[in-house]
Every structure is written in structure tokens, then in C-alpha cells.
T-cell receptor
Framework: QQQVKQSPQSLIVQKGGIPIINCAYENTAFDYFPWYQQFPGKGPALLIAIRPDVSEKKEGRFTISFNKSAKQFSLHIMDSQPGDSATYFCAASDRGSTLGRLYFGRGTQLTVWP | EPEVTQTPSHQVTQMGQEVILRCVPISNHLYFYWYRQILGQKVEFLVSFYNNEISEKSEIFDDQFSVERPDGSNFTLKIRSTKLEDSAMYFC???????????FGPGTRLTVL
């Protein structure tokens, strides 16, 4: 049973483009939605997170859009750079915080060409 | 910046052997986790640990798995009798009450032959 569905599996954009990664969830008890970035040989690292009381959150070039009624959320990377090339995971938790188990999506491998 | 460390980085073992994966969480964290990632698949939760006991475990975490915090710094995952399907990257994570995320270690790649 996939708690969190993520698409696309891979994404290639030119430098300066705006890659968008989408996630959908089924469990309405989820109340914390983080995005993790993973570089080869490293563990996932938190990029940005959102709670369902807001529809959008921006941190630098990264934006999460959240649609509670559709049970969907997405990550937008503005002015993408080659250094953004990594695997991105969406996740969800039903504990409203970082303490609960995280349910991860399958990941999106992003490549940004110079 | 403090970080979670894991050893070894790569472990190769024969099917049926016991393995112990080691993690040193960030020093003031109180909540500890193990996740695994089979090649090409998503990261999956195995177990969480708080106050010297398991707080939650997934269906993957069966009797072959156990966790322990043998001292004030280490957190271990033991697989008693490894199977081929246990081959994966195993990530340790930790967090605390006032932190904003679970901090992940770099992982241990377990290969079961």
C-alpha cells in the first residue's frame, strides 16, 4: 500500500528552469509534509516542510504548494541550478511533527543541465 | 554542524549470518529511527526508539530484527539471520523535541550473498 505517491520518477531540466515534483496521499490523518534532498552517498536531508494549515511555503528558491482538498502537494524549484541535481523525496507523517514515522514517496531524480 | 554517523559504510555478508549496523545519533537527541531503502525503491520506516524502548515498528521489523542502545552514544540494528531480500541501504536518523527534522546518517549498504 503506497501511502505517498510521487511523480515523476526522473526529471531533466535546463539551468534556470522550474522543475515541479508532485506528491499525493491517501491518509487524511497526515499533518506534516516534509521534502528531503539526497545527494549520492549521503542520507536524506530536510529541504522544506509544510503543515496543512497553509497552502504555500517558500524558502529561498524552494516552494511547497499544498492542496488539502485534493490531498496533493508539490515542490517547485525556482531558477534551478546544476547543484540542485539530486534525488528528492516527499514524505508525510501523522504526528504533526518530526517525531513520528515518515512515509516516503519513491523519489524523483532531478538533473539540471548547465 | 553535528551529524549522525553510521558504520560500516558497506557490509557484505552471507545469507543466514547475523549483522549489526551501528549508528551514533546527534548527542542531545532522544528519538532514534532506522529506515531502509532497497535499491531503486522508496525509503521505508523500520522502527523508532525512545526512552530505551521501541515506540513504533513497521510490518517489516519482524523477529529477525532488534534494536539496542547499548551505551549513551550508540544505537544499533541487529539482523539475526540475514536473507537475500535484506540487501538494502539502511539509514539511521535521530531527532529531538526542539529540532525541525529527523537527521539522517549517510547509510550502511548491506549486501547479502
Amino acid at each position: 500500500q503506497q501511502q505517498v505517491k510521487q511523480s515523476p520518477q526522473s526529471l531533466i531540466v535546463q539551468k534556470g528552469g522550474i522543475p515541479i515534483i508532485n506528491c499525493a496521499y491517501e491518509n487524511t490523518a497526515f499533518d506534516y509534509f516534509p521534502w528531503y534532498q539526497q545527494f549520492p552517498g549521503k542520507g536524506p536531508a530536510l529541504l522544506i516542510a509544510i503543515r496543512p494549515d497553509v497552502s504555500e511555503k517558500k524558502e529561498g528558491r524552494f516552494t511547497i504548494s499544498f492542496n488539502k482538498s485534493a490531498k496533493q502537494f508539490s515542490l517547485h524549484i525556482m531558477d534551478s541550478q546544476p547543484g540542485d541535481s539530486a534525488t528528492y523525496f516527499c514524505a508525510a507523517s501523522d504526528r504533526g511533527s518530526t517525531l513520528g514515522r515518515l512515509y516516503f514517496g519513491r523519489g524523483t531524480q532531478l538533473t539540471v543541465w548547465p | 554542524e553535528p551529524e549522525v554517523t553510521q558504520t560500516p559504510s558497506h557490509q557484505v555478508t552471507q545469507m543466514g549470518q547475523e549483522v549489526i549496523l551501528r549508528c551514533v545519533p546527534i548527542s542531545n537527541h532522544l528519538y532514534f529511527y532506522w529506515y531502509r531503502q532497497i535499491l531503486g525503491q522508496k525509503v521505508e520506516f523500520l522502527v523508532s526508539f525512545y526512552n530505551n524502548e521501541i515506540s513504533e515498528k513497521s510490518e517489516i521489523f519482524d523477529d529477525q530484527f532488534s534494536v539496542e542502545r547499548p551505551d549513551g552514544s550508540n544505537f544499533t540494528l541487529k539482523i539475526r539471520s540475514t536473507k537475500l531480500e535484506d540487501s538494502a541501504m539502511y539509514f539511521c536518523a535521530s531527532t529531538g523535541h526542539s529540532t525541525d527534522t529527523q537527521y539522517f546518517g549517510p547509510g550502511t549498504r548491506l549486501t547479502v550473498l
